[in-house]
């Protein structure tokens, strides 16, 4: 019974990037043995522990074959004779099949090393087709490192595209994929793998609507905006939806079952981001629409990370984000409460606060309140 650190642990070790998270492979050893050693399983397909001590996890060697459509349909052999070379051979790219065992040593059995140090992602086995989740890790970590996809690799991504494949895909695991794709450096790299591929259409194909020129290299300039910005996961969504029809944007959130954060800044994003680039421009009156459409008084935070999707690609976008702010905060310190003591009447008292409002934001501008 030996075990070895793999996969990504490994990887980012050599590419002299931080590990939080180590996983770990053992040969030779059963189910039983594991639990005789302390070790809690929590596997459901197939035998994975924890470590008494660190709660690390430890999959005993496997191998795979595939059964049915999809990526689900796989059988798999966890025994004492799978050898360490059968496990990694399953595994999807050259780099993310690497082990390291107790004493340091590196198992590199199909290229890995190279590969990393030649910046190249290369599947590891034909069996890379047997599962369509690869084509977006392929693309999300070509947007992570930044590297060059094999053209043989690329190959087989198109033929699984064409293949349907794709089409097995749940719409929670296209999700996880594709947010954290968008959270990487550069996620305009996924999103232009995808695309090339033939798989974006397939998953996302409302985006469709961005695909020609200049719209996509417009929205790859946005996304890429939004990570140089440091933006949340619904901000750089907003980013990628900003330029679709809002009924695209919906359909969009509903078929990937995107979290209503991240759907509602984008549906806002779709409906009001040219408005809000003419912000520096903007009158009062003009100001106090965008802040109601945008529901800035109950969500002040939500409008601010707004207004910054809606800048990214503003030149001017430091003045106006800091004018749409001095406005924003002016309007939300009229005391719509105190108001609505002093006259009667819904119509009255919404009239009253909005016309408090639209003189707060004059004043806050330097204009001339509007007299009625």
Known sequence: ??????????????????????????????????????????????????????????????????TARGYHGFEFRAAPDVTLEQDLARRDLTINAIARDD?????????????????????????????????????????????????????????????????????????????????????????????ACGALELVAPELTAVFEEPAWGETLALVDAAASAELPLDGRWAALNRLLDPYAVEALAQRLKVPTACRDLALLAARHANMLADAAHADADTLLELLNATDAWRKPERFALLCRVALLDEPDRTRTLARLARVQRAAAAVDAGAIARTVQGGDVIREAVAEARRTAIAVALNETPRRD
């Open 103 to 195: 004493d340091g040593e590196l198992v590199d059995p199909y290229g890995g090393q190279a590969d990393l140090e030649a910046g190249i992602l290369r599947h590891v086995s034909p069996a890379f087709v047997e599962d369509p989740v690869r084509i977006l890790r392929v693309a999300r970590f070509a947007a992570r490192f930044g590297f060059e996809i094999a053209a043989e690799t690329f190959a087989l991504m198109q033929s699984m595209a064409q293949a349907g494949e794709v089409d097995a895909l749940v719409p929670e695991r296209v999700w996880q994929e594709v947010s954290r794709g968008l959270l990487e450096t550069h996620p305009s790299r996924m999103l232009d793998v995808l695309r």
């Open 1 to 66: 019974m030996k075990s070895y650190v793999v996969g990504g642990a490994v990887r980012d070790e050599l590419l002299g990037l931080p590990v939080s998270d180590r996983d770990y492979v053992v040969v030779g050893a059963t189910p039983e043995a594991m639990v005789s050693l302390g070790y809690k399983p929590v596997g459901r397909d197939f035998p994975v522990f924890l470590h008494p001590e660190t709660h690390e996890e430890y999959a005993l060697a496997r191998t795979e074959r595939k």
